[in-house]
Nanobody
């Protein structure tokens, strides 16, 4: 049974940093991409960042580029999202996704975690 679980969310002030972690288990994820998406209150789910299995291909949403950094540990089936310079508009539930293709489209990812809340106060 595949499981995907996020951790590291919390409540911080604007300008602070948080590091999200995600671990996937239950099958081989070799050559799978891993990504982060988020859903803010009253808004659609949106792409945040994605990384290929070997880490050679990375993509960021324009809204987070330069502030967020995605990385992975493929030996542990883990992906991380270092979030610096957080803004109130970053407040959302952040979801980890695992998929057999590297894309920025949520619907292409097969496996999802339950999400972790990130709240940024002004």
């Amino acid at each position: 049974q595949v499981q995907v679980e996020e951790s590291g969310g919390g409540l911080v002030q604007a300008g602070a940093s948080l590091r999200l972690a995600c671990v996937a288990s239950g099958r081989s994820f070799r050559n799978f991409a891993m990504g982060w998406f988020r859903r803010a209150p009253g808004k659609e789910r949106e792409f945040v960042a994605a990384i290929s299995w070997w880490g050679g291909v990375i993509e960021y949403a324009n809204s987070v580029r330069g502030r967020f950094t995605i990385s992975n540990d493929k030996d542990k089936n883990m992906v991380f999202l270092q979030m610096n310079g957080l803004k109130p508009e970053d407040t959302a539930v952040y979801y980890c996704a695992v998929g057999s293709r590297f894309t920025v489209v949520a619907e292409t990812y097969e496996y999802w975690g339950p999400g972790t809340q990130v709240s940024v106060s002004s």
